[in-house]
RNA sequence: CGGGAUGUAGCGUAGCCCGGUCAUCGCGCCUGGUUUGGGACCAGGAGAUCGCAAGUUCGAAUCUUGCCAUCCCGACCA
């Protein structure tokens, strides 16, 4: 097996190299849709278990709306319908038949539907729909909803995680009686997906609220976490929607508060994706392969035996077992990886590959010494540990690790942030240093657009209080020089 | 969807300009043996209607047209 192209030669290739040799994803014969693979999914299925018990724990319940949603409720909001109209597919028939000629199937055109039905490219619509049903009364409410679903988003340009056609996503629908309730609901579930990124992603995050250009469609604020990658460009990791009376109105869903008085409900949407799998590799990993934080790993230890001769292997192989049980006591997930159809080296440069926080080895030399060669993934570095201290050492260097692993992405995204003042400094700058840049706008679309057009950059967000040191003083806007009440995030984004 | 590039075995490739024993090589895979402290070695073997479809031709991987897919650059976007 070859090795990866490296990140300072070709970004691009190293990412979607990395995605198919870690056994992540692959494309399918769907265009824009991929196969998660075994080990991917095994990834998602950690962050699915993390964010499922934070939402349950938020008060939250999962719940399940249909794939499919009618073409007429799409286009009850308008701005809703504008955003993403263009990328929906669409379901016009129920049936197929032989065709005459014996070529195959075709459809059968008199199978058409009255009303055609849209595949979701978000499920806000429907599932105001069923809320107009459910709530009648202050007593209805909140309404506290999350689903695990697909998408499907009709993407001119795909990449594996990154941008795909279809998507798995969670998205959180809640309903309640007051703007300033929604508004906290909003807040906290940002709040949620920000401690999730810092604390299981290992990516530092920052929150902030989203421009009027970069708003989600049909909301009157988007929340955000925005995460830098290793190229220095930014990317979206999260976002938490307010969404005012705007899909209540849409829907008509009117609730009878303790007054006795009928008024529309208050709305926010939520939503993580697959993206993030995108995300984690393109925060931590290396030449090397993938390096996962030990919270996300599927298997976070393992166990490599180095025979030598017969004899070797039943006592090698006892010993790799004693580990393991050690390990499963720890509540640490650990592969015994005895296989005598590969070598040594092999497992290790794959393993590395696979990003697999701790390998330890042991051959002839350490059954005699009680010694194992114990490797992290995040230094690549070795060291020999006797084998009675990995009881307390496992536990302690996975936490480490953990850390290890966010505070190298946090002291990244220092060293890529960059303040600036002129409009002429920051064109430059953008192109020779790709990164974040903190720097004062005038608030108004036209400005952002400007920017945009001219450097490809965008106003990532407005990060909330407390996020980054002295951006609240104001200024003065470095394109069109009036006044800023405090600096914003700029940089390229995925 | 606009501009560019690419498509040959599971993967990476040679051949394409100058149509005709050219389907090449490496990795991987299978069998047997020797091995195992950083992607082992030797011997033998299997695997490809050359992206798909039409056309030109006595003859097409090679020339022409259309389509599909992937990658890069734009527009759009989680």
């Not at 993580?272 to 990993?285: D, E, F, P, Q, Y």
């Not at 996020?467 to 405090?486: D, F, N, R, W, Y």
Request: glycine residues 6%; hydrophobic residues 40%.
């Amino acid at each position: 097996m070859s090795k990866l192209p490296k990140r300072a030669d070709d970004y691009s290739a190293w990412y979607n190299e990395i995605v198919k040799r870690a056994d992540l994803a692959e494309n399918s014969p769907v265009r824009g849709c991929m196969v998660i693979k075994p080990y991917g999914m095994a990834i998602w299925e950690k962050m699915q278990r993390t964010l499922d018990d934070m939402f349950k724990e938020t008060g939250h319940y999962n719940a399940y709306f249909p794939l499919l949603i009618p073409k007429s409720f799409l286009s009850k909001e308008a701005s809703h319908v504008e955003g993403f109209a263009k990328e929906c597919a669409v379901v016009t028939h129920y049936r197929l038949k032989n065709a005459p000629d014996g070529s195959g199937v075709i459809v059968d055109p008199e199978a058409r539907l009255e009303e055609e039905l849209i595949i979701r490219p978000t499920s806000e619509t429907i599932i105001w729909s069923s809320y107009k049903n459910w709530i009648q009364s202050y007593r209805d409410l909140p309404i506290l909803l999350n689903q695990w679903a697909n998408v499907m988003r009709w993407e001119m340009r795909t990449r594996l995680f990154l941008r795909t056609a279809e998507f798995l996503w969670q998205e959180g629908h809640t309903a309640h009686a007051t703007a300033q309730e929604a508004i906290e609901e909003t807040r906290t579930m940002l709040d949620v997906y920000a401690r999730f990124a810092e604390e299981t992603l290992a990516i530092p995050v920052i929150r902030g609220v989203k421009s009027a250009n970069e708003r989600f469609a049909g909301a009157e604020d988007t929340y955000c976490i925005e995460a830098m990658m290793q190229d220095g460009k930014a990317l979206q990791a999260g976002t938490s929607h307010f969404l005012g009376q705007n899909f209540a109105k849409a829907f008509d869903v009117k609730f009878a508060g303790k007054d006795g008085k009928l008024d529309y409900v208050w709305g926010t949407s939520w939503g993580v994706s697959t993206r993030l799998m995108g995300a984690l590799i393109m925060a931590h990993s290396d030449d090397n392969g993938l390096v996962l934080p030990p919270n996300l790993a599927p298997i976070q230890v393992v166990v490599v035996p180095i025979f030598k001769g017969e004899d070797s292997v039943a006592p090698l192989k006892e010993a790799c077992n004693r580990i393991a049980r050690l390990c499963k006591k720890l509540g640490i997930s650990v592969k015994v990886d005895d296989r005598d159809t590969q070598s040594p080296g092999w497992k290790f440069a794959e393993y590395e590959l696979k990003g697999v926080p701790i390998r330890l080895a042991l051959g002839l030399r350490d059954l005699e010494a009680g010694t194992v060669e114990l490797f992290r993934r995040d230094t690549m570095s070795k060291q020999s540990v006797p084998e009675l201290q990995l009881e307390e050492l496992l536990p302690e260097l996975l936490e480490q690790m953990q850390r290890t692993v966010y505070e190298k992405a946090l002291a990244f995204r220092q060293a890529n942030t960059y303040t600036v003042d002129s409009y002429d400094d920051f064109k430059r700058l953008i192109e020779e240093q790709p990164g974040f840049y903190l720097a004062h706008w005038d608030g108004t679309p036209e400005t952002e657009e400007r920017i945009k057009q001219e450097t490809k950059a965008t106003i990532r967000c407005i990060p909330l209080p407390g996020q980054l040191e002295g951006i609240a003083e104001p200024g003065t806007c470095m394109v069109t020089g009036k006044p800023s009440q405090g600096r914003v995030v700029l940089a390229r984004a995925y």
